[in-house]
């Protein structure tokens, strides 16, 4: 398992010296559109056309799409407080959570792999449920190149997470296949 953290680490230290090093020339809000939720995790039904998004995952689900593109979802309230999650097509998002959606000339993975060079610490405020603001955080600066580098850079950091899905999957199946065998070992 210490290969897929060195990989995923790998990774990390990537988008830092790729995206993280260079001097940032726009801000978050000129790249995103932000979006916020009135939805409840108590408005959810088990099952759906829609997949509705909480801080956790998919946490149930909608008859109608709060966005219909993909989105970048952030948690604005709570523990997790400045967490990512990419999400493709049609969903719905809890109100902990905001949406964010590329403005024009801006490739959303980009954008994602961008976040994770922002420290999100520094605008949180409250103290007993921690909040982040898109007002706030909005105006902090990343590195945002021509939208073809956006596009070649992303698909580079996809590959990269690509790789570490199918060596987990891997890992998971070797790990069981060695379970099953010494337990046919001792019968």
């Known amino acids: 398992m210490s290969s897929i953290r060195e990989i995923w680490s790998l990774n990390k230290a990537l988008a830092y010296e790729i995206i993280g090093k260079n001097s940032p020339n726009k801000m978050l809000s000129e790249c995103v559109r932000s979006a916020s939720s009135t939805l409840k995790e ?9 997949p509705a998004y ?28 400045g ?3 990419y999400v493709y097509g049609p969903h719905s998002f809890v109100g902990t959570l905001n949406s964010m959606t590329p403005k024009e000339g801006i490739y959303l993975p980009y954008i994602y792999y961008a976040l994770h060079n922002v420290c999100f610490e520094s605008y949180r405020t409250g103290q007993a449920i921690p909040h982040i603001y898109f007002k706030d955080y909005g105006k902090e600066s990343i590195y ?9 850079l992303a698909k580079g950091f996809e590959m990269i997470d690509t790789k570490i899905v199918i060596e ?10 060695k379970a099953y065998l010494l337990s046919a070992l001792f019968i």
Do not use: H, Y
Request: some cysteine; hydrophobic content about 35%; charged content about 20%.
């Open 42 to 50: 108590s408005d959810l039904e088990e099952a759906g056309a829609v």
């Open 83 to 85: 967490s990512l999650r």
């Open 144 to 152: 945002c190149p021509s939208f073809d580098d956006q596009i070649r």
């Open 54 to 81: 909480g801080a956790a995952g998919i946490s149930g689900f909608t008859a109608n799409p709060l966005s219909k593109e993909d989105s970048v979802l952030i948690t604005k309230d709570g523990s997790g407080v």
């Open 168 to 177: 987990r999957a891997t890992l998971q199946n070797l790990q069981s296949a």
